[in-house]
């Protein structure tokens, strides 16, 4: 990176990422975003599972595209994701913000899930767990129960 967005810091919110593995198109991205600007469309498949008994559907991803020109950058569809499938990547002369001349200003506010998937590379780790914290529930060794359970009740 050059220019100004070296002094920013490493967590900086540049532009939204898909890891399209991960969207199981359950639209509660599209259905939170306060302005509308992800369009997802999806089919349904059915497919027979061996061993099963009734054959199973499944949403296949049809398109998924984010309209930067109405993003907001709030983060909501990256938190309300349930599956990780939306990340914030820290690209900022992505197409779209234009040149100096203007060319593609508008032009290329709309990203598609090929675009989106090319940033997910460039997602930084989620920062260390605190030393201090109490483990996870799921990871605590000892008395087999969560903290904050009724203790020794039936």
Do not use: K
């Amino acid at each position: 990176m050059t220019g100004p967005e070296n002094s920013l810091p490493p967590r900086t919110r540049g532009v939204i990422a898909l890891l399209e593995a991960n969207c199981t198109v359950c639209m509660i991205c599209a259905r939170e975003c306060p302005d509308w600007c992800i369009h997802i469309t999806s089919h349904t498949e059915v497919e027979q599972q061996p061993g099963s008994a009734r054959p199973r559907s499944r949403n296949v991803l049809d398109r998924f595209a984010i309209d930067y020109g109405q993003c907001l950058y709030c983060g909501i569809c990256v938190e309300v994701c349930p599956f990780d499938a939306l990340h914030w990547a820290p690209e900022f002369g992505y197409p779209g913000t234009g040149s100096v001349d203007g060319d593609g200003a508008v032009a290329e506010l709309v990203h598609e899930r090929d675009v989106l998937a090319t940033w997910i590379d460039q997602v930084p780790p989620p920062p260390a767990l605190d030393p201090a914290a109490e483990p996870a529930p799921e990871t605590a060794t000892g008395t087999g129960r969560r903290p904050g359970s009724l203790r020794g009740r039936t």
